[in-house]
């Protein structure tokens, strides 16, 4: 009888089906697992950011660095105390808008060198979360001026709008609610292990005339005071890298990871990034989260 020598067709076959099965089971497991290894990157991140924060204040007589970070196509919103500056080439020239250039990795470092916490921090890597995507694949935009580009951005985290975002004479210009009476000193931060700073967002490109911007301008837009909550406003997606989850420093100097209960938030987070969707407009349990630990106190608590 002759001694078998090898696997027959079916025993192959059987056994890569075992292996695509296993396959199968394990791959949410480890998605997980990695979201969740991300996800406590994310956190030092925020810690570490925080920190520098709070000791940029303790050195500057409790003032607030500049939570604006401005673009070219609006210099008269520069801060001389931002604490993050556009992206910009070795000569100190912005390089910040798709169509002119696409920063390279060294272009965002300068940019995050002339903000006032690099002292502190000395490494690019604590303003990126190793969860986004978005320096490696970008966002798909499509709009009136273009037909479809692709926008790339490496810092994942913002500062609310209310917190020094503009100079005081754009601040009382503004007509933004939001902005009516922004924080401009530690001291006035009422509740602060309630109060979060550096939240985790998803950049939402921004237009002017046809230029769209490849890193997170501004500030974090979010508006609760229009006419009560039911009529706030919900202008930029926040992050879910983490397992329909986004991290968040607060003024005490604590850091959480929030994880999204409701499925519109979840889907204008991940499924329209770098869009101009339509953000959930009904009050739910995310919005009234983020009404209740909204850096600037209001006598009127929602619930």
């Known amino acids: 009888m002759r001694k078998k020598n090898g696997f027959t067709l079916i025993e192959l076959l059987v056994v890569i089906s075992i292996i695509a099965l296993l396959i199968s089971i394990l791959m949410p497991a480890l998605n997980k697992a990695r979201e969740q290894a991300t996800g406590s990157v994310c956190l ?37 105390y931002q604490w993050a500056y556009c992206p910009e080439d070795d000569n100190g020239d912005p390089a910040d808008v798709y169509g002119q250039t696409v920063p390279i990795l060294q272009y965002r470092i300068n940019g995050f060198r002339k903000g006032e ?19 490696r694949k970008g966002a798909v935009v499509s709009g009136a001026d273009v037909d479809m580009a692709y926008f790339f951005s490496y810092r994942s985290y913002s500062l609310p709008d209310c917190l020094s975002a503009l100079p005081e004479a754009q601040t009382a210009a503004s ?23 550096f939240v985790e967002d998803a950049f939402r490109a921004r237009a002017s005339g046809a230029s769209f911007y490849c890193f ?17 406003k919900w202008w930029d997606p926040l992050a879910s890298f983490h397992n329909k989850a986004g991290t968040y420093s607060f003024f005490d100097g604590h850091v959480e990871m929030h994880h999204w209960v409701h499925q519109g938030t979840v ?37």
């Not at 997170?216 to 706030?232: E, L, Q, R, V």
């Open 44 to 80: 030092a991140n925020q810690k570490n950011l925080m920190l520098a924060y709070i000791m940029y204040a303790d050195e500057n007589d409790g003032r607030l660095v500049g939570g604006y970070v401005s673009e070219t196509a609006t210099p008269e919103l520069d801060c001389n």
């Open 175 to 197: 007509g933004y609610s939001w902005l009516a009476n922004p924080i401009r000193k530690m001291n006035q931060v009422k509740n602060p292990s309630r109060r979060y700073a």
């Open 267 to 303: 889907e204008y987070s991940l499924n329209r990034v770098g869009q101009d969707p339509d953000p959930p407009v009904e009050v739910n349990e995310d919005m009234k989260w983020l009404w209740l630990n909204w850096p600037v106190y209001h006598p009127y608590e929602y619930y």
């Open 117 to 135: 916490l690099w002292k502190y921090l000395q490494t690019h890597e604590v303003y990126h979360c190793p969860g986004d995507s978005r320096d």
């Open 216 to 232: 997170n301008p501004g500030g974090w837009s979010f508006d609760p005071w229009t006419n009560g909550i039911a009529d706030g």
